[in-house]
Nanobody
Framework: QVQLVESGGGLVQAGGSLRLSCAAS????????MGWYHQAPGKQRELVAV???????NYEDSVKGRFTISRDNAKNTVYLEMNVLKPEDTGVYYC???????????????WGKGTLVTVSS
C-alpha cells in the first residue's frame, strides 16, 4: 500500500516562509511526476507546482518567483519552499505523486491528506 504524508504547514505572517515536505512510502517501483495543489477556503483545489521525474519544474503563475518545488528521489520526497507568503496563499496544500507499482505498472495518482497553511496579514 502506498501512502503520501505531508508535513511543514503552520501559521506564518505575510512575507514569511514555510517549507512543505511530502514523503511517499510503500511498495514503490518508480515515481513519475510529483506536485502540490492548493485549496483555499471555499474554493476548488488548484495546481500550484509540479516536478517531473527528471527534476523539471512548472509553476502556476501566481507563485512563480516565490515558490520552489524540488524532489529527493532517494527519499521519495517532494518539497515546496514557499517564500514571500501572502494571505491568499492560505489553505490546505495537498501533495500528489504518480507512482508505479507491481499492480499499477503504468502509474497511479496518489494523494496526501493535506497540510494547512495559514498566512496572517
Amino acid at each position: 500500500q502506498v501512502q503520501l504524508v505531508e508535513s511543514g504547514g503552520g501559521l506564518v505572517q505575510a512575507g514569511g516562509s514555510l517549507r512543505l515536505s511530502c514523503a511517499a512510502s510503500g511498495t514503490i517501483d518508480s515515481i513519475n511526476a510529483m506536485g502540490w495543489y492548493h485549496q483555499a477556503p471555499g474554493k476548488q483545489r488548484e495546481l500550484v507546482a509540479v516536478i517531473s521525474s527528471g527534476g523539471s519544474p512548472n509553476y502556476e503563475d501566481s507563485v512563480k518567483g516565490r515558490f520552489t518545488i524540488s524532489r529527493d528521489n532517494a527519499k521519495n520526497t517532494v518539497y515546496l519552499e514557499m517564500n514571500v507568503l501572502k494571505p491568499e496563499d492560505t489553505g490546505v496544500y495537498y501533495c500528489y505523486a504518480n507512482i508505479a507499482t507491481r499492480v499499477h505498472f503504468y502509474g497511479m495518482v496518489y494523494w496526501g491528506k493535506g497540510t494547512l497553511v495559514t498566512v496572517s496579514s
